[in-house]
T-cell receptor, first 109, second 114 residues
Framework: GQNIDQPTEMTATEGAIVQINCTYQ??????LFWYQQHAGEAPTFLSY??LDGLEEKGRFSSFLSRSKGYSYLLLKELQMKDSASYLC??????????WGAGTKLIIKP | SQTIHQWPATLVQPVGSPLSLECTVE??????LYWYRQAAGRGLQLLFY??????ISSEVPQNLSASRPQDRQFILSSKKLLLSDSGFYLC?????????????FGAGSRLTVL
């Protein structure tokens, strides 16, 4: 079956760095997405990886290893506004998105 | 620029009552449209998607239905709500079905069935 695994919750300190991991098992693969979702709001797009390696976008970076079925989202210089859930989603061979349950990130001062 | 509107934002409905959630997109033509449901502690569940007027694909058999009467309008309906229909419903659009298929979501509709 198809599956996405990511930690349920993580805690980090303001100004620090945090890495949120995601492993996936899909029928075929057409890319890996990360979305940010603040409580009670809609998800917003953060990143898309389809090739192995690291994509950097400001304070946020996303990494993909297709051979390992693994991705991570790296958040640097954490700010209080980064407190949110981070959703990992993999696109299968039919271009359908398989979503993880999300990782709730709590930032402490 | 493109915008997506979804309403109502919240609603409380009794079991057995009907449902209608509406979603419209502005600033683009022939978008791919999606209805998702998000339950607490679970991933987004795709309910319906549409690639054009009158073209609806259902991903999960249930008592919900969707319609696309106009190019940029997508409606989620039910004739009789169940308790299990409670959740956060999200409409989304994208401009391509494959590859970097970035979804833009509406603000969501929180449904509580009592």
């Amino acid at each position: 079956g198809q599956n996405i695994d990511q930690p349920t919750e993580m805690t980090a300190t303001e100004g620090a760095i945090v890495q949120i991991n995601c492993t996936y098992q899909t029928s075929g693969f057409n890319g890996l997405f990360w979305y940010q979702q603040h409580a009670g709001e809609a998800p917003t797009f953060l990143s898309y990886n389809v090739l192995d390696g690291l994509e950097e976008k400001g304070r946020f970076s996303s990494f993909l290893s297709r051979s390992k079925g693994y991705s991570y989202l790296l958040l640097k210089e954490l700010q209080m506004k980064d407190s949110a859930s981070y959703l990992c989603a993999a696109m299968d061979s039919n271009y359908q998105l398989i979503w993880g349950a999300g990782t709730k990130l709590i930032i402490k001062p | 620029s493109q915008t997506i509107h979804q309403w109502p934002a919240t609603l409380v409905q009794p079991v057995g009552s009907p449902l209608s959630l509406e979603c419209t997109v502005e600033g683009t033509s022939n978008p791919n449209l999606y209805w998702y449901r998000q339950a607490a502690g679970r991933g987004l569940q795709l309910l319906f998607y549409s690639v054009g007027i009158g073209q609806i694909s259902s991903e999960v058999p249930q008592n919900l239905s969707a319609s696309r009467p106009q190019d940029r309008q997508f409606i989620l309906s039910s004739k009789k709500l169940l308790l299990s229909d409670s959740g956060f419903y999200l409409c989304a659009w994208s401009d391509r079905p494959t590859g970097a298929n970035v979804l833009t979501f509406g603000a969501g509709s929180r449904l509580t069935v009592l």
